[in-house]
């Protein structure tokens, strides 16, 4: 489905709007007061989400930073260190959010191959008898989006978990894009996450539902995190009318992702092609495709926009690009002829 908009919008998966199905769903939906827990669609994404991710509970929040930040507040405990990678959504892309929402102090671990190793962690964890802060918790991200949307493996969670499990430390996932990780591994989400305490999902970004995602995990964490959810002002009322949009895209829209994984790789093999060093494309697996500037035209955005091409940056260094349900093989076709116009100086 092309972009409503008339442009190719590459810059993130987060752009993509409802599906008629999820619209129908929304204006039908039955709602009741959520902040009761009476609202029957809410509570049936959370199910659903529970079930997905073979946890007890699950709560449904308006963020994914919120999610994140409701699991730091409940596994860390004030005063300690949360492990996590070096390019972590929780620690580079959330503004600073766990030091005044949970009173931590995050700990970037080296992740340039997109992963967290066991050897950096065991060493992070001997560095307590050094003087360094107490660790309480540690935090990975599947897909890991900075490494191309690098999908971790149930072996290489495992590795991690056995390492936190034996110092009775927390673990928490970063799911917001888990269903990729999903899709490209052939393994299912409960799966992945079956050994870490608490997983959030996004169900807007390449799963396609307007607004919200969902934390899961023990039925008691998931409860404590209501309340702390209502003092972070993320309670919704009748928010069945959103949910709604959640249940169908849990029901229709994970398995077209290997769509968009497909049309990532021929566009990273594309990118690698006109502009040799800026990505290499076996490491695109899902839908992420992150570049090097230095191997980019300086004015490549630019560029692209007056082609109707949207992209975006992650940092100074990386220029991205996001495939998604609202991008479809026109406009990757589009997308193609425009990079090969500016490589030929066009």
């Given amino acids: 489905m092309p972009s409503p908009s008339g442009l190719v919008d590459l810059r993130s998966d987060t752009v993509t709007t409802p599906t008629p199905e999820m619209r129908r769903a929304m204006a039908g939906a039955e709602v009741g007061d959520d902040g009761y827990g009476e ?20 709560l449904y929040v308006p963020s994914g930073t919120m999610a994140n930040q409701l699991a730091l507040r409940l596994l860390a405990r004030p005063g300690t260190e949360v492990l996590c990678a070096q390019r972590a959504h929780v620690y580079r892309y959330e503004a600073g959010a766990a030091g005044r929402n949970a009173a931590v102090q995050m700990r970037p671990l ?3 191959d997109g992963l967290l190793h066991a ?7 001997a560095d307590r008898a050094h003087h360094l802060p107490p660790i309480s918790l540690v935090c990975i991200e599947n897909t890991h989006m900075p490494a191309n949307g690098r999908a971790w493996t149930r072996d290489q969670v495992s590795e991690i978990a056995r390492l936190v499990r034996a110092e009775t430390l927390a673990l928490h996932c970063d799911g917001a894009r888990i269903f990729n990780a999903s899709v490209a591994l052939e393994t299912p989400v409960a799966s992945l996450v079956a050994e870490v305490d608490t997983v959030m999902f996004c169900l807007s970004k390449g799963l396609g539902a307007p607004v919200g995602s969902v934390l899961c995990g023990p039925a008691d964490v998931v409860g404590e995190a209501a309340v702390e959810r209502k003092r972070l002002g993320g309670g919704m009322r009748q928010a069945g009318v959103i949910a709604a949009a959640g249940i169908v895209a849990l029901h229709t829209m994970v398995d077209r992702l290997a769509d968009d994984h497909a049309r990532a790789r021929r566009l990273a093999g594309a990118l690698a092609d006109l502009f040799p060093g800026s990505v290499d494309p076996d490491a695109v697996r899902t ?7 230095s191997a980019l035209p ?13 992209a975006g940056t992650i940092d100074s260094q990386t220029v991205r690009f996001m495939t998604h349900k609202d991008v479809d093989d026109a406009d990757l076709e589009r997308t193609l002829g425009a990079l090969k116009q500016i490589a030929a100086g066009g």
């Fill in 39 to 58: 609202d029957p669609t809410v509570n049936q994404l959370q199910e659903l989400a529970a079930q997905a991710t073979g946890k007890p509970a699950g």
């Fill in 110 to 112: 080296d992740d340039g």
């Fill in 119 to 125: 050897e950096a962690v065991d060493r992070a964890l």
């Fill in 287 to 293: 839908n992420v495709v992150c570049c090097g500037v």
């Fill in 298 to 310: 300086a004015d490549l955005i630019a560029r692209l926009r007056e082609h109707g091409v949207l």
